[in-house]
């Protein structure tokens, strides 16, 4: 029998809409009370069994980052229930997670923290990061300091060696120049398809999603529009998106 290892139950989350307003305004309480309310998801609810790879689609805009961001704690729904049954989460985002001013060795330490790994545990594995990161001398330097380039191969490194129990994979396999691509790949290959880890992947490439994962969920406007097999849900959804 299949365990739960996270339930999303009428989840939304809203937006302030402040681009028309100075920044006088945006400080002054009424003002930001008027402003416009955007729901970026609305109403999702869905669940994903342990060792589960779950695809998430959609068209830009359409609240999948919103989403996955908010299953990893970065913000609270403004409604619903996001249940992680106790487990450990790590985003896989690019601009995700590090302080400018601290040095990559520094941000490996306390980006692993947040992810709930223990000091000794983060110590063993940082020399593990660090060669894969392909940085060298620059993990003693500040972040802000780096190409995004180099921002975006310390993030995936720390994600990936740092071991969680649901990963969440935001659009993160064409990082860095076509070596380290190349390595990312087989790397979130061996991720996904080892261990019982589990996965949510947020990806525009249908190739990887038929792939690596067991369903797809489809989201439109924030809305869950159809969640189900693999091949079937992609099929539906570019029926939509050729309309």
Known sequence: MSKIALDVQHVS??????????????????????????????????????GEILGIIGRNGSGKSTLLRSIAGIFQPDEGIIDKKGNRVSLMAIGIGFNPNNT??????????????????????????????????????????????????LSFAVTAILDTDIMLVDEVLSVGDEHFRKKSYKKMTDLMTGAQRTVLIVSHATDTLKQFCNRVLWINDGKLIQLGETEAVLNEYDKFMNL
């Open 104 to 153: 990559g060795r520094e941000n490996i330490m306390k980006s692993g923290m947040l992810l709930g790994c223990k000091p000794d545990y983060i110590r063993e594995r940082e020399e593990e990061i660090i060669e894969f990161s392909e940085l060298g001398d620059f993990i003693d330097r500040p972040v802000r300091t780096y190409s995004s380039g180099m921002y975006s191969k």
């Open 13 to 50: 989350i809203d937006y302030k809409n402040l681009m028309h307003m100075s920044l006088h305004q945006m400080f002054l309480n009424k003002d930001v009370k008027k402003a416009d309310i955007i729901r970026a998801v609305d109403d999702v609810s869905f669940t994903v069994d342990k």
